[in-house]
């Protein structure tokens, strides 16, 4: 596609429900990064895939939360057991081989647990 | 001490003003220093990068790096109005084949006209 896109724009859900978020990168751009934006917050990194490989886990804020990549593209984040502090702006971003510092983003995902 | 560090604003100025937005870092292993463009409810979007210390510039736009104060910025020079949006710094370390980004938490500038 032209651009990440991020689906769906806006998902409330209730609290202790499951949500799945979908990201589909820009084609050919093998890194792929989930980011969180919170009110007032600065972007927060969650996981970062190079191919189906996700070498970095670190920001993933607990073990509620998983993402997986296939096919060196499309991406899910699963938050499980959803709570009022998950709600945010999820977004991903994607960059070219060796690119690192030229991410494109999504337009997000507003999550809202009510 | 965050490692990133950005005044939130919200910063107001009259159309045609030449606004200067900054941000300072702790890390000195950062190399690549980014600014991005968020409007209201959509995704950042690069605006410029800067390896290592010096000066771009791309049209209204001039970024600044001065690493021996750890300190970056952003001119935008004759403001417009739909210059208005949040203005987020990012950083990254050497390595480009995989350096997660580094976010300041954004100052919104509005342009009046």
């Known amino acids: 596609g032209a651009g990440v896109s991020q689906s769906p724009s806006n998902k409330v859900t209730e609290k202790g429900k499951d949500v799945e978020l979908r990201c589909d990168p820009i084609?050919?751009?093998?890194?792929l990064y989930w980011y969180r934006q919170s009110l007032g917050q600065g972007l927060e990194f969650l996981i970062y895939?190079?191919?189906?490989?996700?070498?970095?886990k670190s920001g993933l804020p607990s073990d509620r939360f998983s993402a997986e990549r296939t096919g060196g593209s499309v991406s899910t984040l699963t938050i499980q057991r959803t709570q009022q502090e998950d709600s945010a702006v999820y977004l991903c971003?994607?960059?070219?081989?060796?690119?690192?510092?030229?991410?494109?983003f999504g337009q997000g995902t507003r999550l809202t647990v009510v | 001490q965050k490692e990133v560090e950005q005044d939130p604003g919200p910063l107001s100025v009259p159309e045609g003003a030449i606004v200067s937005l900054n941000c300072t870092y702790s890390?000195?292993?950062?190399?690549?220093f980014m600014w991005y463009r968020q409007y209201s409810r959509k995704g950042p979007e690069l605006l410029m990068y800067?390896?290592?210390?010096g000066n771009k510039e791309d049209g209204r736009f001039t970024a600044q790096v001065d690493k021996s104060s750890k300190y970056i910025s952003l001119f935008i020079r004759d403001s417009q109005p739909s210059d208005s949006a949040t203005y987020l710094c990012?950083?990254?370390?050497?390595?480009?084949?995989?350096?997660?980004?580094?976010f300041g938490k954004g100052t919104m500038l509005l342009v009046s006209p």
């Open positions: 971003a994607s960059s070219a081989p060796g690119t690192a510092n030229e991410a494109f």
């Open positions: 890390n000195s292993a950062f190399q690549y």
């Open positions: 990012a950083m990254a370390m050497q390595s480009l084949r995989y350096s997660t980004l580094t």
């Open positions: 084609s050919g751009h093998t890194a």
């Open positions: 895939f190079q191919g189906n490989s996700a070498p970095d």
């Open positions: 800067t390896y290592s210390s």
